[in-house]
């Protein structure tokens, strides 16, 4: 009887361990949905558009950073202005595409479901969660459960290079 309490007791944790990553997949899965379609407005629900900005904004100025001394005083210059506008041409669907693509949500693929996407997204320290290719792969985008309880993309953490105009 005791090993029976401790059994469903460890199954009960893991399980509680599991609801937010299967509980965001859904979002995740019409974020990626939506991507490939080109399906703006359920994109915009499902983006958190602000704090995307501000990271791509912050990273923007990091890489300009990192240039000739001659273009990071330029960046410092013009950097938030233009990163500002960049960030902005940067959260749409379109430009998401290889980010999704390299998920597999392409139009010629077939499309994993929800269940499938929880087991690849991982709990961070936050509480948020983030997509990655398999178990052991880098988090490529980030997502924060909002208010009214949908996860919605916060970061980026890819290559800025996959985000593609």
Request: some cysteine; hydrophobic content about 50%; overall charge positive.
């Amino acid at each position: 009887m005791r090993l029976l309490l401790i059994a469903v007791a460890a199954l009960t944790l893991s399980a509680c361990a599991t609801v937010p990553k299967l509980d965001a997949a859904g979002d995740v899965h019409a974020l990626l949905i939506a991507i490939r379609d080109n399906d703006r407005p359920t994109f915009d629900a499902l983006v958190d558009r602000r704090a995307l900005k501000q990271e791509i904004q912050a990273r923007l100025m990091a890489e300009a950073g990192r240039a000739d001394p001659r273009v990071a005083a330029l960046a410092a210059l013009l950097g938030p202005g233009v990163a500002s506008l960049a960030g902005d041409a940067l959260i749409k669907p379109e430009v998401f595409r290889a980010v999704a693509g390299y998920y597999g949500y392409r139009s010629d693929a077939r499309i994993p479901g929800p269940l499938a996407i929880s087991a690849t997204l991982r709990r961070l320290p936050d509480g948020r969660v983030c997509a990655v290719k398999d178990k052991t792969g880098p988090c490529l985008m980030s997502f924060t459960r909002a208010p009214d309880g949908r996860w919605r993309l916060s970061g980026f953490d890819g290559e800025l290079s996959m985000l593609r105009l």
